[in-house]
């Protein structure tokens, strides 16, 4: 099946200690990115990736980092986490085509405490 | 900068009923429109892909439409059901910027 693959689901932790959510996909697809969605201000990306070794700021990539060092795999890295990246994150691929739709994963509930 | 808008915020309609999302966008230079359904504590299904030459695309109950001149978009539902509840968000472009949707409940 078809999917992209988002872990942890739900992570309750506290300012300052590093994590990383993991973004696995199976459809062979080039182009990853990552985005937030926050009550009143909908979903915004943070990061994306066109392929292996390339990636992109979005328009809200403080206190992110990414990696793309495999096509399947992209996780998100918050080195220093603060409680206003409290958010549920969401992954998405898609093919390399113009118009190519977006497939998600089933989101991370972060709070940062 | 691109902005996309959606209204109404939310829309409660009796089962049946025939409906149509808004969807407006502020820069007509975009590749394509997509909508989508998200569902609670679900990630975001794609629905519909326009693409920028198109005018509009159809999947079942579903129909959208797109007029780059004016920036706007609708998705046509027709014959809503209960499992239609969901909210409904339209996103613009490769790098998908979003409205921030509709709130749809579909009452029995």
């Known amino acids: 099946e078809a999917q992209v693959t988002q872990n942890p689901r739900y992570l309750i932790t506290v300012t300052g200690k590093k994590l990383t959510v993991t973004c696995s996909q199976n459809?062979?697809?080039?182009?990853m990115s990552w985005y937030r969605q926050d009550p009143g201000l909908g979903l915004r990306q943070i990061y994306y990736?066109?392929?292996?070794?390339?990636?992109d700021k979005g328009d809200v990539p403080e206190g992110y980092k990414v990696s793309r060092k495999e096509k399947r795999n992209f996780p998100l890295i918050l080195e220093s986490p603060s409680p206003n990246q409290t958010s549920l994150y969401f992954c998405?691929?898609?093919?390399?085509?113009?118009?190519?739709?977006?497939?998600f994963g089933d989101g991370t509930r972060l709070s940062i405490l | 900068k691109q902005e996309v808008t959606q209204i109404p915020a939310a829309l409660s309609v009796p089962e049946g009923e025939n409906l149509v999302l808004n969807c407006s966008f502020t820069?007509?230079?975009?590749?394509?429109l997509q909508w989508f359904r998200q569902d609670p504590g679900k990630g975001l299904t794609s629905l519909l892909l326009?693409?920028?030459?198109?005018r509009e695309q159809t999947s079942g109950r579903l129909n959208a439409s797109l007029d780059k001149s004016s920036g706007r978009s609708t998705l046509y539902i027709a014959a809503s059901q209960p499992g239609d509840s969901a909210t409904y968000l339209c996103?613009?472009?490769?790098?998908?910027?979003f409205g921030q949707g509709t709130r749809l409940t579909i009452n029995p």
């Open positions: 998405a691929s898609r093919g390399a085509g113009l118009n190519q739709p977006q497939h």
């Open positions: 459809m062979n697809h080039e182009y």
């Open positions: 990736s066109m392929n292996v070794e390339v990636t």
């Open positions: 820069d007509s230079a975009i590749y394509n």
């Open positions: 326009i693409q920028s030459s198109q």
């Open positions: 996103a613009v472009g490769r790098k998908l910027v």
